[in-house]
């Protein structure tokens, strides 16, 4: 069965995405506009309670890695390559997941989704002023990717630490960033034909400019 775009597109009319590279301020971003515009609100990772559970390893083998995973050693230790690999793939496989979720929540109230979804399958199923692209400079998604408090990011750093030869793991991990944040993605996000904000690495505090500047995009805002 095949759920046509049109139809997908209309039910995710009341759906606004933001996608980017990491530390570009996509989660923070997602938080404030939830809050302020009383939108539903879809953090990272949000379809994984039930794709977690429900995907199939012959259907999506990416989404099954974690589920599979005897030791989260291995998960730190992969190659760079296989790294950039399963990240890319996972959202593909979750999309999915994602849209599914996000109409069954979207029926009568606006949604603010921090979205795994590929830039093909956005264009496919939403509109310029529904989405939002945000970008950081390669040096901050890599640099300070461990600076965030968030459970995630400091068990994969609480597993990194004891690894044996540590500091080994944590150089393999960041060239898997660097992969993942590389020149090559940041132009495919930057030329999507989105509406993009690029947060610069000069120290300011631009958390309420940026707010502004995507509410406006998604017109909650004049």
Same mark, same amino acid.
Request: aromatic residues 12%; contains cysteine.
């Given at each position: 069965?095949?759920?046509?775009?049109?139809?997908?597109?209309?039910?995710?009319?009341?759906?606004?995405?933001?996608?980017?590279?990491?530390?570009?301020?996509?989660?923070?971003?997602?938080?404030?506009?939830?809050?302020?515009?009383?939108?539903?609100?879809?953090?990272?990772?949000?379809?994984?309670?039930?794709?977690?559970?429900?995907?199939?390893?012959?259907? #999506?083998?990416?989404?099954?890695?974690?589920?599979?995973?005897?030791?989260?050693?291995?998960?730190?230790?992969?190659?760079?390559?296989?790294?950039?690999?399963?990240?890319?793939?996972?959202?593909?496989?979750?999309?999915?997941?994602?849209?599914?979720?996000?109409?069954?929540?979207? +029926?009568?109230?606006?949604?603010?989704?921090?979205?795994?979804?590929?830039?093909?399958?956005?264009?496919?199923?939403?509109?310029?002023?529904?989405?939002?692209?945000?970008?950081?400079? #390669?040096?901050?998604?890599?640099? +300070?990717?461990?600076? /965030?408090?968030?459970?995630?990011? #400091?068990?994969?750093?609480?597993?990194?630490?004891?690894?044996?030869?540590?500091?080994?793991?944590?150089?393999?991990?960041? +060239?898997?960033?660097?992969?993942?944040?590389?020149?090559?993605?940041?132009?495919?996000?930057?030329?999507?034909?989105?509406?993009?904000?690029?947060?610069?690495?000069?120290?300011?505090?631009? /958390?309420?400019?940026?707010?502004?500047?995507?509410? +406006?995009?998604?017109?909650?805002?004049?």
């Amino acid at each position: 069965m095949k759920i046509e775009n049109n139809i997908l597109k209309y039910y995710l009319r009341n759906v606004y995405f933001i996608t980017g590279t990491a530390y570009a301020g996509k989660s923070t971003t997602v938080k404030m506009l939830a809050d302020r515009y009383d939108m539903v609100f879809c953090g990272e990772n949000y379809h994984i309670a039930v794709s977690d559970v429900i995907a199939d390893d012959a259907l #999506q083998p990416d989404l099954c890695y974690r589920r599979n995973l005897k030791d989260w050693k291995d998960f730190v230790t992969r190659s760079p390559e296989e790294y950039e690999r399963w990240i890319y793939h996972s959202g593909r496989e979750g999309a999915g997941f994602e849209i599914a979720e996000l109409i069954s929540l979207a +029926r009568d109230k606006k949604v603010i989704a921090d979205t795994s979804i590929p830039l093909d399958i956005l264009k496919e199923i939403s509109d310029y002023d529904h989405v939002a692209v945000m970008l950081s400079p #390669q040096s901050m998604s890599v640099d +300070r990717f461990f600076d /965030r408090g968030d459970p995630d990011k #400091q068990f994969i750093l609480s597993v990194i630490d004891s690894c044996e030869n540590s500091e080994a793991v944590m150089e393999n991990y960041r +060239r898997g960033l660097a992969r993942i944040n590389s020149q090559k993605h940041y132009d495919e996000y930057a030329e999507s034909g989105f509406f993009t904000v690029v947060r610069e690495n000069d120290g300011r505090d631009t /958390r309420e400019e940026v707010c502004n500047v995507i509410a +406006r995009h998604f017109g909650l805002i004049p």
